[in-house]
């Protein structure tokens, strides 16, 4: 005899409805927000901010194919957007978490070398490279994903007083293991593993590199070859950067951690562990790490934040950042500012 199906909660519904719309919403205008400002502000046009393009349409992609579809999802318990739809929103789910991935592995190698290489960066960062790297991550991934139009299907589950739709596998489940190690691996462990030690490695520059503290140093200082010249953080600098680069690192591994374990574990169960409040738990971590990528970036960048302003405010907003002048850029003059010279975009800033 088959089985009785039992709708969701009236509360699920409700939490789960308004948690995804608040954090969809939040994330949709963040990263656009992200777009307008690179594409619209000329001196935003730089190496860093191609990549940080790159993910916010990555992001994008999750919180659109993934994060609203999931809104319907959580209110009928049943697929609504036929087979079609069905096979085109999984690959643009997988296309945007692999991209995201690949995306953030390219940024901080990129990273590294800026700060830790700063001679090859004058030739390794710039546009043409960056653009050649981003197009070869979104083709490499877009062939990769292709496969999910022939690994997922919808499928109909029949209980004894209702059939319901669901968007599933074409193939029994064991077939997918190699897939989701693969995709576990490539996508979450080795990035992960490549942030921490290049980051660690970023780090231990910035530490065993202080900026002098005598002011009248700090122009001679900036003129020696140094680990990321003229880029230099002062005491309270480099300790904001190491936070900011912590954060990313911690972020990345604690929001992916729970659906990328859940994935694997649930690869080795006869029945899979499906709890729906522990589903919406990672759900919410996926796409919170999809949304607060533009919050990041906006508190690293001093660029960003203007031309931010800029764009909310009108043309009347007007910035310092781009026009050539040594500025500080926490915007005192004392002896612990970070000195920035805007006239060349194309090197790699370690604020952006």
């Known amino acids: 005899m088959n089985r009785t199906w039992t709708d969701h909660s009236v509360q699920y519904k409700v939490v789960s409805s308004l948690l995804l719309l608040l954090i969809c919403a939040l994330g949709i205008v963040g990263n656009v927000m992200v777009i ?59 296309l945007g978490i692999n991209a995201s991935s690949c995306s953030i592995t390219a940024f901080t190698i990129e990273r590294y070398i800026a700060i830790c290489h700063p001679i090859k960066a004058q030739f390794l960062c710039t546009l043409s490279r960056a653009r050649r790297i981003i197009l070869l991550v979104w083709v490499c991934t877009s062939i990769y994903c292709v496969m999910w139009f022939y690994l997922s299907d919808i499928e109909l589950q029949v209980f004894a007083n209702v059939t319901v739709v669901t968007c599933g596998y074409r193939v029994p489940r064991k077939f997918y293991l190699p897939i989701y190690f693969f995709d576990f691996s490539v996508f979450f462990v080795l990035p992960l593993l490549l942030s921490a030690v290049l980051y660690g490695l970023i780090a231990r520059i910035l530490f065993l590199n202080p900026l002098p503290s005598d002011p009248k140093a700090v122009g001679l200082f900036l003129k020696k070859p140094g680990p990321f010249d003229p880029l230099y953080p002062s005491s309270h600098g480099w300790l904001q950067v190491t936070k900011m680069l912590a954060v990313v690192v911690i972020l990345f591994a604690v929001l992916w951690m729970p659906y990328r374990t859940l994935v694997v574990v649930n690869s080795f169960l ?70 920035r010279s805007n006239k060349n975009t194309s090197f790699y800033s370690v604020f952006l």
């Not at 935003?44 to 579809?69: E, F, I, K």
């Not at 759900?283 to 001093?302: D, E, G, H, R, T």
């Open 270 to 339: 006869d029945q899979p562990y499906l709890d729906n409040w522990f589903l919406l738990f990672c759900k919410i971590c996926i796409y919170l790490n999809s949304a607060i990528n533009p919050v990041i970036y906006n508190a690293m960048s001093q660029k960003f934040r203007a031309a931010f302003r800029k764009i909310c405010h009108g043309p009347d907003a007007r910035s310092t950042s781009g026009s050539g002048q040594i500025e500080p850029v926490n915007g005192n003059n004392n002896n612990n500012q970070l000195f």
């Open 36 to 94: 307008l400002v690179v594409l619209i502000t000329r001196h935003m046009r730089t190496p860093t901010n191609c990549y940080l393009v790159s993910l916010a349409v990555a992001d994008l992609m999750v919180l659109t194919a993934a994060g609203l579809p999931a809104i319907p999802d959580s209110l009928f318990a049943s697929w609504v957007f036929g087979r079609c739809g069905c096979l085109l929103i999984t690959y643009l789910q997988y």
